[in-house]
């Protein structure tokens, strides 16, 4: 309820982003779009995203994950297809989970609103998450939804990536200003080189 209620108190028209908690039913999932679209200002994009860096091994989910993934293919006889290409390579698994979780919140969105107003360049806007470093997360992704499912661009918006960035020189420092603060973060983000796949820092 609060980010419908912060969203619509702004005079200017901006675009939220949600994201499906890693347990979600499809029950959830579903009372969480008709909240949104119930309670949203109808000219603001939702840009929706499964769980949250499901491949950092600091949070619980991601382990969740990878055991949700090899459970599936292991004692499951693979429902949701994860071993598509009989690769026995877990991680993988783990990275086409991800994958299948976004195509199922896609698909239960819809229900509630349409396909007219889920998918790409829709009101609704189902994201794939990766890490910047690690492509494959991504790759495997993509490519476990196009032999899976079809062509990627027809339910997902977009991919989601980046790097992690800090205050830079002032990082160190105490009582900093706005403006310090500001300037750190946008010295740290510009020392990262696209070139190199936004992995490493400039010299």
Avoid at 11 to 29: F, M
Avoid at 115 to 136: D, H, M, S
């Amino acid at each position: 309820e609060t980010i419908p209620f912060i969203a619509n108190q702004l005079n200017s028209n901006v675009d939220i982003w949600i994201n499906i908690p890693y347990g979600a039913t499809d029950d959830y999932v579903l009372n969480v779009t008709q909240l949104m679209l119930n309670q949203i200002n109808p000219t603001i994009n939702i840009y929706v995203e499964f769980s949250n860096e499901l491949w950092n091994f600091i949070f619980a989910q991601a382990t969740a994950n990878l055991k949700a993934a090899n459970d599936s293919v292991l004692n499951q006889s693979d429902p949701l297809r994860l071993a598509y290409d009989n690769s026995t390579n877990y991680w993988y698994g783990a990275f086409r989970r991800i994958a299948s979780q976004i195509k199922r919140i896609f698909d239960l969105f819809k229900i509630v609103c349409g396909q007219e107003n889920v998918g790409p360049w829709k009101r609704i806007g189902p994201i794939l998450a990766g890490q910047c470093v690690n492509p494959t997360i991504i790759i495997q992704g993509l490519d476990y939804l196009n032999k899976v499912y079809g062509l990627p661009s027809t339910f997902l918006h977009g991919i989601a990536i980046t790097p992690y960035f800090d205050l830079s020189q002032y990082k160190t420092w105490s009582n900093l200003t706005t403006d310090q603060v500001i300037e750190g973060f946008n010295s740290s983000i510009q020392t990262f080189l696209p070139e190199r796949g936004w992995s490493q820092q400039a010299p």
